[in-house]
């Protein structure tokens, strides 16, 4: 079966520092890769997806980047945060078929201060 | 552009309860999906259902009941009889037909549901 690991759990970074939040997935290949944002009270908001090795699509821009070095591999980075940075991260991956369902991960609490 | 509404910021209903939760979207596309999600306080986002744009057939699962109605856009979630454990904050999501192979979900803002024992 499939699972998808992200971590850590919790962060808590200073304004400035760098960042980098990483997602692995097993069990499939090939798979469309995601990161959203959930800012506080508000819905999900996609930052970036990805449908293989090297592709990253960016649907806002912002102080984040993303990377795919390997299939089942999906990194979340900044060089500097910022206090607008702070939210729940939350990584997913779907088969490559069209409007398939996504399988998110646990999520990643990030706090700026 | 696609735009999914969920007006219901906060519901709190007394167990053995029923609640509906309501979801409005908009699109120009004639092909899409919508979905529903919950988010426990875990914060992992769990599937409940997918249902495409021609198939206007009510479902139901156990105590969850989804009525989707293209005429008005809407896409609604029925618990009946709420348990405690339904306690989360739920998500409608839509997804349009994507030509670059991307699954790309549009998330409303959510509802969160608190079931008091």
């Known amino acids: 079966s499939q699972t998808i690991h992200q971590w850590p759990a919790t962060l808590v970074q200073p304004v400035g520092s760098p960042l980098s939040l990483e997602c692995t997935v097993e069990?499939?290949?090939?798979?469309?890769l995601y990161w959203y944002r959930q800012a506080a009270g508000r819905g999900l908001q996609l930052l970036f997806y990805?449908?293989?090795?090297?592709?990253i699509s960016s649907e806002v821009p912002q102080n984040l980047s993303a990377s795919r070095p390997q299939d089942r591999q999906f990194i979340l980075s900044s060089k500097k945060l910022l206090l607008s940075d702070s939210g729940f991260y939350l990584c997913?991956?779907?088969?490559?078929?069209?409007?398939?369902?996504?399988?998110f991960g646990s999520g990643t609490q990030l706090s700026v201060l | 552009a696609q735009k999914v509404t969920q007006a219901q910021t906060e519901i709190s209903v007394v167990e053995k309860e029923d609640v509906t939760l309501d979801c409005v979207y908009e699109?120009?596309?004639?092909?899409?999906?919508l979905f529903w999600y919950k988010q426990p306080p875990s914060g992992e986002l769990v599937f409940l259902i997918r249902?495409?744009?021609?198939?206007?057939q009510n479902e139901i699962s156990g105590r969850y009941s989804w009525n989707f109605q293209k005429s008005t856009s809407s896409f609604n979630f029925t618990i009946t009889a709420s348990q405690v454990v339904d306690s989360a904050v739920y998500f409608c999501?839509?997804?349009?037909?994507?030509?670059?192979?991307?699954?790309?979900?549009?998330f409303g803002t959510g509802t969160r549901l608190t079931v008091i024992p």
């Open positions: 997913a991956w779907s088969r490559q078929t069209y409007n398939e369902k996504l399988f």
């Open positions: 069990g499939t290949s090939n798979p469309n």
């Open positions: 990805s449908v293989g090795i090297g592709q």
């Open positions: 699109t120009r596309d004639t092909t899409y999906y």
């Open positions: 249902r495409n744009s021609f198939d206007e």
């Open positions: 999501a839509l997804s349009e037909f994507e030509k670059t192979g991307a699954n790309n979900l549009f």
